[in-house]
């Protein structure tokens, strides 16, 4: 814990500093060429996910292994077969980077730019299998890129998917949003009446399990360079503060998407002030799923969880007719979700030291 009086104490502010500027460069200044051009919607309409997702674990990995040679994966230094996973995560990076560019100068193709950006997405997380198979509990140790207490991850995901449900559930009962189980296609697929339980069950599925694994290397982009690289250089501040900061930080991160329209929030203060919250208080529970496992695959992996199981919730069981006045990610479920902040912060690891 810092010592009183010495809030700055121990922080390495000008590593701090290089990581945001470069971080949050590259990501409001891609947002930014978004924005005076196609426009994000657009952009999405080509099947690319957001390129932004991938900078804050781009400009870690890059400070790290290029630029600190203190660093414990400096490349001059570190052999660990880990590293292929980080210096290809720098290659998708720069590749996906292409693609989506020249998704911005390109009118439709909107199938290609899809099967382009999914089989990279999934080329790299079958490379990290692999690695991670091939790999001692040592390399992946210093890496930055251990397993963790795994049994402990599923537990927090499966409470992650129950309280998305209850916030579905809730909506429903209290009557703020409409049924959406009549659905004609499920993830794009036809469907007919009968099957359509069946459909359903198999894409709640999905997006508990394939949807997140599909797309581990852009939550792993926030994740390794949020709750990553950034929590243990501010780690000095106690865990506490610590994760407050880095979510709050990460909140301030998504304003340009939310100013986009394209985001859950409306691009207006309130919606900004709403993503703020949420950030902040979901970036808790993020920072604990590294703190209580170890593991940054186990957040990386939850995060995935969140993003599919709240799109499968609206689109499939209950789509509030008041964003803002619903349980999930309206006021009512921000409020929720502060209780379970509240109790997930009496957790002992809070005040356990960090391991060296």
């Not at 674990?57 to 292929?84: E, M, N």
């Not at 599909?214 to 994760?243: D, H, I, M």
């Not at 998504?254 to 709403?274: A, E």
């Not at 990386?300 to 919730?313: E, R």
Request: proline share 3%.
């Amino acid at each position: 814990m810092p010592e009183k009086g010495g809030f700055m104490r121990g922080l390495r502010i000008g590593r701090i500093g290089l990581f945001l500027s470069l971080t949050f460069a590259l990501s409001w200044g891609f947002d930014g060429l978004l924005a005076v051009t196609i426009g994000h919607s657009a952009y999405l309409d080509r099947g690319l996910s957001p390129l932004g997702m991938f900078f804050p674990a781009f400009v870690a990995i890059v400070l790290q292994c290029f630029v600190f040679k203190d660093s414990s994966i400096h490349f001059r230094t570190y052999r660990g077969k880990p590293r292929w996973i980080l210096y290809a995560f720098l290659l998708l990076t720069v590749i996906y980077a292409v693609v989506a560019l020249v998704g911005v100068c390109v009118q439709g193709q909107s199938a290609v730019f899809r099967g382009v950006g999914n089989l990279l997405l999934t080329l790299w997380t079958l490379l990290v299998i692999s690695i991670v198979g091939q790999s001692s509990k040592a390399e992946l140790e210093r890496s930055g890129l251990r397993l963790g207490d795994v049994d402990r991850g599923v537990k927090l995901i499966l409470g992650v998917i129950v309280f998305f449900m209850l916030q579905a559930g809730l909506n429903l009962l209290l009557g703020l949003g409409e049924f959406q189980g009549q659905v004609q296609q499920v993830y794009g697929i036809p469907i007919s009446a009968g099957i359509r339980p069946l459909a359903l069950i198999v894409a709640f599925g999905l997006a508990v399990t394939g949807i997140p694994l599909s797309g581990l290397a852009l939550v792993f982009g926030e994740e390794y360079g949020w709750r990553g690289f950034l929590q243990n250089e501010l780690s000095p501040l106690g865990k506490r503060r610590t994760a407050l900061i880095v979510g709050l930080i990460w909140g301030l991160w998504h304003f340009p998407i939310i100013m986009s329209g394209v985001h859950t929030y409306p691009s207006t203060i309130l919606g900004l002030g709403l993503g703020l919250v949420f950030f902040g208080l979901w970036g808790i529970i993020q920072s604990y799923a590294v703190y209580r496992t170890g593991s940054i695959w186990v957040a990386a992996f939850l995060h995935g969880v969140v993003n599919s199981v709240y799109a499968f919730m609206l689109d499939y069981i209950v789509r509030p007719d008041d964003m803002l006045l619903s349980f999930g990610l309206g006021i009512f479920g921000l409020l929720c979700l502060a209780l379970v902040v509240l109790f997930v912060m009496r957790d002992s690891i809070w005040d356990a030291e960090l391991a060296e």
